[in-house]
């Protein structure tokens, strides 16, 4: 009971074991909770050693017997707060090796750079990494807006907002909907397109820096990406002209 959670804060499945053994036998011997978490005596006395030094176990001599007792479940609370430190330490290691680690990836420079993505969750890791390379070209996308908001709930549609990342980066959407009339915000301009069956929006499309996103909504969400800064500026190129139509208007 509870081992899963204990694991998720930072103990070992052993560690998990052993501890909620100690907590249900009160003081006990190692030859106890041996046999309650269902391990080796030398397994459950390599992982005391390891849970007395995070303050979960302590123990007492009684005579020639020496027991061992789990310390108040609030203790977890600094194990927690200790992986949590570690994992932001980590964490600040990784942002500052990242830029070596994209000079190891050989580039391409004889044509475009395709990836490919499958499934809902392919496609949200797709736009919310690429959604970084935004920059002051902006961002232009189409989209069928009732096929995304029957997809994607609201929590994984505002995981994906550029605002998110880049709070500055402008935005033009044009959107399909039967009902839905979006309003503009400070960064975000709208143009809403009818449903239209000779004219169909089947896809969501989006280019941004030198990438080209192209997510297919139908039979199943597949995710494309395309990275090449000729083919992303053409089809900037015909977000503008459409934009410019309906400036014109």
């Known amino acids: 009971m509870h081992e899963r959670e ?26 106890d909770i041996s046999k309650k978490a269902d391990l080796k005596r030398p397994t459950t006395y390599f992982t005391i ?18 027991f061992f007792m789990a310390e108040s479940p609030d203790q977890l609370v600094n194990v927690y707060n200790k992986r949590e430190y570690e994992l932001r330490r980590e964490g600040e290691k990784l942002k500052q090796i990242i830029p070596d680690l994209k000079k190891l990836s050989p580039k391409d420079e004889g ?13 949200l ?19 069928p807006y009732d096929k995304v908001e029957k997809i994607f709930t609201d929590e ?30 400070e960064h975000m301009k709208r143009l809403k397109l009818p449903v239209s069956e000779e004219m169909p929006i089947l896809a969501d499309i989006a280019v941004y820096g030198d990438v080209l996103r192209l997510v297919d909504l139908e039979g199943g969400v597949t995710g494309v990406s395309i990275e090449n800064a000729r083919i992303a500026e053409t089809i900037r190129t015909l977000f503008k002209m459409a934009w410019k139509v309906k400036d014109n208007q």
């Open 6 to 31: 204990l694991q998720q804060i930072g103990l070992t499945e052993k560690e998990a074991k052993v501890y909620l053994a100690a907590l249900t036998l009160g003081k006990a011997t190692a030859n």
């Open 49 to 66: 050693d390891l849970l007395m030094e995070k303050g979960l176990v302590s123990s007492v001599h009684e005579g020639k017997k020496q």
């Open 111 to 123: 044509g475009p750079v395709v990836k490919y993505y499958t499934g809902k969750d392919g496609a």
């Open 125 to 143: 890791s797709m736009v919310r990494s690429l959604a970084k390379q935004a920059d002051d070209k902006g961002v232009w996308i189409l989209y």
């Open 156 to 185: 994984e549609r505002n995981s994906i907002k550029f605002h998110n990342n880049r709070p500055n980066t402008e935005v033009r959407a044009i959107y399909s909907s039967t009902r839905k009339i979006l309003e503009d915000t």
